[in-house]
């Protein structure tokens, strides 16, 4: 099956800075990446994603880049807040099943 | 539109006894799945369906049944629960074609 390996499994930023967070993944078939964002006590929810046939996707402060080549992909978000402080999950999906990453605990410090 | 509802919220059972975690959704999503989320592991895919009468096995299977006899509903069943299924259980939907997942707000499930 599909590997996806995410780093880094912590990351602390002040807030405005940039964070960035990292997925690989194994199996070439796998065709959509999506990022979920899970706060304390909720379910994830999807905040961006990206399919196979783009490289990149900007949706406000938030962008994934993806390169086939080198099977990995990237969670931009730019000017972060407070409220970005939650644990962010990538996926990898080569047919109907969904391989998650091990998540990453953003904090976003005041 | 309630989204995704899962039943009950917690849950705390004895080795050996059986219970059934229940998932509703009311948006006509053809697939549904069942992860379970344990410390440092991310997200595991149990079992899944890609629409009602279709079921199959995710990465980590054993120990759990799930039948799909209709649309909205994808129950998930502890046979003979062990302290291994302690964990907090997600169950998801989508449309087959869109891929994007929506989650509940999950259950959490200790076995002693």
């Known amino acids: 099956g599909e590997n996806v390996e995410q780093h880094p499994s912590t990351l602390s930023v002040q807030e405005g800075d940039s964070a960035v967070i990292k997925c690989t993944y194994s199996?070439?078939?796998?065709?959509?990446f999506p990022w979920y964002k899970q706060e304390l006590g909720k379910g994830p929810q999807l905040i961006i994603d990206i399919r196979s046939n783009v490289g990149e996707k900007k949706d406000q402060r938030i962008a994934v880049t993806l390169n086939k080549t080198a099977k990995h992909f990237s969670l931009h978000i730019t000017e972060t807040q407070p409220e970005d402080s939650a644990v962010y999950f990538c996926?990898?999906?080569?047919?109907?099943?969904?391989?998650f990453g091990t998540g990453t605990s953003l904090t976003v410090i005041p | 539109n309630a989204g995704v509802t899962q039943t009950p919220k917690f849950q705390v059972l004895k080795t050996g006894q059986s219970m059934t975690l229940q998932c509703a959704q009311d948006?006509?999503?053809?697939?549904m799945s069942w992860y379970r989320q344990d410390p440092g592991m991310g997200l595991r895919l149990i079992h899944y369906?890609?629409?009602?009468?279709?079921?199959d096995q995710g990465e980590v299977p054993n120990g759990y049944n799930v039948s799909r006899s209709t649309t909205e509903d994808f129950p998930l069943r502890l046979l003979s629960a062990a302290p291994s299924q302690t964990s907090v259980y997600f169950c998801?939907?989508?449309?087959?074609?869109?891929?994007?997942?929506?989650f509940g707000a999950g259950t959490r499930l200790s076995v002693l």
């Open positions: 996926a990898a999906t080569p047919s109907n099943q969904f391989y």
């Open positions: 998801a939907s989508s449309f087959l074609r869109e891929n994007i997942q929506y």
């Open positions: 199996d070439s078939a796998s065709n959509y």
């Open positions: 369906s890609v629409g009602a009468g279709i079921t």
């Open positions: 948006m006509n999503h053809e697939y």
